[in-house]
């Protein structure tokens, strides 16, 4: 009793520290699993026991989190190297000059970077490699940058969810349920680009004086920089996009093929996958491999263990279980209702605190409510995974903290407060889309209904808008937005 | 049939595999990380398509086989001492006493000697090898240079006393580690039986150098050692605050280690002194991390899961028979075997991977006899692969040779390789020697009688040569001055040593 307590309190305290200073999350974490390991050692009789360890390391729980670990750190030898080769820097810039710089689909082509940058980086090394691109775009073109990097910050977070490699979260979650990367790409992906053509919409509507203005562009400047710039060793280019390509491939048909020779689809799991590509990859890169090692992120790696190593203390002294009886209390047993919950639950608790712990601390649990067969019985987890990574966004995060420096330091200024505003909007809205696909999966009538009044909403509000602007003194600014709006948003809904 | 001809198949992939891991390693083709890691995944497809094993099996295989997770404490330790190396390093606390304790011997060249000597013992029991030498090594230069000495007999016994050091205290390496976590042995357990007569090969190492360098030890002039007195030992530490916390730190792990008794393991303490560093010393948590080796940490996973396949697939228990059968029970010959053995393998190849490889047919060898014979099994593994390393110029020694290039220095790869040699057969003999007086005291004593009269012959001898050469070539009065002391000096230690 006393040792749950006292693991209770150093859970907390890990989740509550990062307000209080500026210590590294890293070295938190192993200050509370230390404290936590000795509690354990001093109050449970039984720790320690060869017994004991047997138990851990046959659980799912630990063999999952072995796997994710191997898989991240495969993704970030990948990326790491991609990312020197100049791959994602290339291909934005080559979409980018395909535009010929006018602002709409400039507009379109930087979220839609976002958002693919997203699904395969994490978040903070999309918002490094897109928001410097964006500033030099913006400033070439003499256009103002700030609903540019706004949308990109945002939208980032929506690519978290386009893939099982997209986050950690989902990798964490995808290892422990056995989710594999297509069931995930249909059952998740899909409605992540639908909520990326609809937060495109939003802004779009949101930003349309600022987008449409027909200013004169200096396209000369944009045309003239080659992207091969940003390549420093073209072989090693190809080299290393050969491999991402590969490697994505091969997580997308490795579990059928295995299926056909009638083999469990974690025959082959992702995270050999990534690390066997990892390992090519860096063999035939030729690279300093110290260099590329040293820049693999060990902190992540680091903490990850210590957040296991916590929640592992978690369930073994029963607290794991008592949040389970709560939640299952809550929602008497519905599966429905459990989804919604764990949904707007998860996405509030990383919106205040690290979404890692989290996720950690619910994915043992969640299982438990599944009692239908939507969604092959994952549907829980998927509610989960939307809920930690959407909920990144509510309030300005890392990433998005970071976007705000570097386009500070670029004296292209953008307001936090318009910043928080438009997130914690642009989220509620997500967080409001996904519960209604949720519900349309389970209570499609209720559903129907239910979209059918939220759509009627929004165009009350969206008519409501347009005419306070009309009415508004601004008139000549408008009067290009509504000839050009109808067919513009055509094209981000197909 | 079929089944017996897989097995074969599988044995032939895996052992092919570990060679050719090996061999990139030896020959640098490839990072020994991802050259481990490679192996490891081919080995991994293997055991799981051909021998149909369970895909759970690389937990088993990584964090140790058998239920006691002994490869789990050994990476959190290492994780731990890495940190803690890694705080001390950046605060100076080697460097500042290091610097101390040579202006303590006021340019005397035998204290000096024996200065360095003592000061690359301790360094390297604590740092390991690589980094002892990239802080002591450019210490020894500046001090050659202040006093205007030749500093290449002082390196070249640093360089001969870090194997020695890395075998010192039971955390000090990486092979060290290993061993010790899975014999189950215990800091001070280890310390009396090992740390001790390392301090015994010391003496050797010193008396040894002293007689083959005696020409070039001379003293430096008056004036210089003024200079290398002024000298701010201060100027290596960044920050006095953080200077006396790590030093007190490191202290105190240190003592942890030796009084805190076994259901709190080492690991345990060496992860929690780490962290206590890095809250006492308000460090930036990020850059610490940064800089630690996760490469040494990655290879340690691939060498682990290579070898527990090697054990899962029962290759190392025939090669374990096959080596008791050759020894046949004679326990005192088993020790010597794996003594030898271990250091010639450790000679070519990296220490870790034979210490690991190792360890398992230790144990097949020494199973069935008494407790300490079986961790006396295990201490000649630590010798072995510890001192095999002098034998051949390898690995550490090339990072050396680059360091005196990077300080102006002449540095003659062959002569070291003689030096090397001689004093790595030297240790070996020596160590080889302890073994049998433990299990024949007789035999023992007249061996180290033997050896005790041909040593005293050899020192009559040079000593008689040194008498007549000043009537044919005579030399500079200040060498003459420091060749008595020399002398009688030697005799004692001489005579300690055996």
């Known amino acids: ?494 | 049939m079929d089944g017996t001809l897989i097995d074969i198949i599988i044995a032939i992939v895996v052992i092919s595999t570990f060679i050719a891991v090996l061999f990139l390693i030896v020959t640098d083709k490839l990072n020994r990380a991802i050259a481990a890691l490679t192996g490891a995944i081919i080995i991994y497809f293997t055991l799981i398509f051909m021998k149909g094993d369970k895909i759970t099996i690389f937990i088993d295989l990584t964090f140790g086989t058998g239920g006691d997770y002994e490869n789990l404490h050994a990476l959190v330790l290492i994780l731990g001492m890495l940190f803690i190396v890694e705080i001390c390093l950046s605060a100076g606390v080697f460097q500042f006493i290091s610097f101390q304790l040579i202006k303590m011997t006021k340019g005397n060249p035998m204290k000096l000697l024996l200065a360095i000597c003592s000061i690359t013992l301790l360094v390297s029991s604590v740092l390991g090898g690589i980094l002892a030498i990239i802080v002591l090594i450019p210490i020894t230069f500046v001090v050659a240079r202040i006093l205007n000495i030749d500093p290449i007999p002082y390196v070249f016994s640093q360089a001969l006393l870090i194997p020695i050091g890395e075998i010192f205290f039971s955390i000090s390496s990486v092979p060290v580690i290993l061993i010790t976590t899975s014999a189950g042995v215990g800091f001070v357990e280890y310390f009396l039986n090992v740390g001790l007569f390392c301090l015994i090969l010391f003496l050797v190492t010193i008396v040894y150098v002293n007689l083959s360098y005696r020409n070039k030890l001379v003293a430096p002039k008056a004036n210089l050692v003024a200079v290398l007195m002024k000298y701010n030992a201060w100027n290596y530490v960044p920050n006095k605050g953080t200077f006396y916390r790590s030093a007190f730190a490191l202290i105190a792990i240190l003592v942890c280690f030796m009084v805190i008794p076994p259901p709190i393991t080492p690991d345990i303490i060496a992860i929690t002194g780490a962290i206590v560093l890095v809250v006492v010393n308000k460090l930036n948590g990020r850059e610490i991390i940064q800089k630690l080796d996760l490469e040494l940490l990655l290879y340690l996973l691939g060498i682990f899961f290579i070898t527990g396949a090697m054990d899962h697939i029962q290759i190392i228990e025939s090669i374990g028979q096959g080596l008791k059968d050759l020894v046949g029970g004679n326990p005192l010959l088993s020790l010597l075997t794996v003594l030898w053995l271990s250091a010639f393998l450790s000679s070519v190849i990296d220490d870790i991977p034979v210490a690991k490889v190792l360890i398992p047919i230790v144990g097949i060898i020494s199973f069935g006899q008494p407790h300490t014979l079986v961790n006396s099994s295990y201490y000649s593994l630590a010798f072995g692969t510890a001192l095999g390393d002098n034998l051949t110029p390898l690995g550490d020694t090339v990072i050396i040779k680059n360091i005196s290039e990077q300080h102006g220095y002449e540095f003659s790869m062959g002569q070291y390789f003689k030096l090397g040699l001689k004093i790595g057969v030297i240790h070996l003999i020596a160590v080889s020697i302890y073994f049998t007086f433990f299990f024949n005291s007789t035999i023992g004593l007249i061996i180290i009688l033997c050896i005790a009269i041909v040593i005293s012959l050899t020192i009559l001898l040079q000593y008689l040569n040194k008498r007549k050469k000043p009537h044919i070539q005579p030399v500079s009065e200040t060498g003459n001055a420091e060749k008595n002391p020399l002398d009688a000096q030697e005799n004692p230690e001489a005579n300690n040593s055996i």
């Open chain 1, 1 to 494: 009793m006393i040792s749950a307590i006292i693991i209770t309190a150093c859970f907390i305290g890990i989740l509550i520290f990062p307000f209080i200073s500026e210590a590294n999350r890293a070295i938190v974490v192993f200050i509370g699993a230390l404290i936590s390991f000795f509690t354990l050692l001093i109050f449970e009789p039984g720790f320690l026991s060869p017994s004991f360890f047997n138990a851990i390391f046959n659980s799912t729980f630990f063999i999952a989190n072995i796997h994710s670990l191997i898989l991240i750190l495969g993704m970030l030898f990948i990326i790491q190297i991609c990312n020197s080769a100049g791959i994602f820097q290339f291909v934005a810039f080559r979409l980018i000059q395909k535009t010929k710089g006018r602002p709409l689909f400039l507009f379109l082509v930087f979220s839609s970077l976002a958002v693919l940058l997203g699904a395969i980086l994490n978040n903070i090394t999309s918002v490094i490699i897109l928001i410097p691109l964006t500033i030099a775009v913006t400033r070439t073109l003499n256009i103002n940058p700030t609903p540019y990097i706004i949308s990109e910050a945002i939208l980032a977070n929506v690519g978290g969810v386009i893939f099982t490699i997209s986050s950690v979260p989902n990798i964490l979650i995808s290892m422990y349920a056995g989710i594999t990367f297509n069931e995930f790409f249909i059952n998740v992906g899909l409605f992540s680009l639908f909520l990326f053509g609809f937060t495109t919409i939003f802004f779009l509507f949101y930003y349309r004086g600022k987008l449409m203005s027909s200013k004169k562009i200096k396209l000369e400047n944009l045309e003239l920089f080659n992207a091969w710039n940003y390549v420093p060793n073209r072989n090693l280019f190809y080299k290393s996009l050969i491999i991402l390509l590969s490697v994505l491939i091969c997580f997308i048909i490795t579990p059928p093929i295995l299926q056909f020779f009638s083999l469990s689809p974690n025959y082959i799991s992702a995270d050999i996958i990534a690390i066997c590509g990892a390992m090519i990859l860096v063999i035939i890169s030729r690279l300093n491999v110290k260099e590329i090692i040293e820049k693999v992120d060990f902190e992540l790696m680091l903490f990850l263990l210590g957040i296991f190593f916590i929640t592992g203390a978690m369930q073994y002294t029963g607290i794991i279980d008592i949040i389970d009886n709560g939640i299952a209390f809550l929602t008497g047993g519905n599966e429905f209702v459990a989804i919604i919950l764990i949904l707007w639950i998860s996405s509030f608790l990383s919106t205040s605190v690290d979404n890692l712990p989290v996720t950690s601390t619910l994915m043992p649990i969640v299982g438990h409510f599944t009692t239908t067969a939507h969604m092959s019985g994952k549907s829980v987890y998927y509610s989960l995974i939307y809920g930690v990574n959407l909920g990144n966004n509510l309030i300005l995060k890392a990433d998005k903290v970071l976007a705000l420096k570097m386009a500070n330091q670029n004296k292209r200024t953008v307001t936090s407060s318009e910043f928080l505003k438009l997130s914690f909007i642009v989220t509620t809205l997500q967080l409001i889309a996904v519960t209604l696909y949720f519900t349309l999966i389970y209570e499609f009538i209720y559903g129907l209904i239910v979209l059918v009044i939220c759509l009627i909403i929004l165009f009350l509000l969206i008519k409501w808008r347009l005419k306070k602007e009309k009415n508004g003194f601004n008139e000549d600014a408008m009067r290009p937005l509504e000839e050009e709006k109808a067919p513009i948003e055509e094209p981000t809904q197909v």
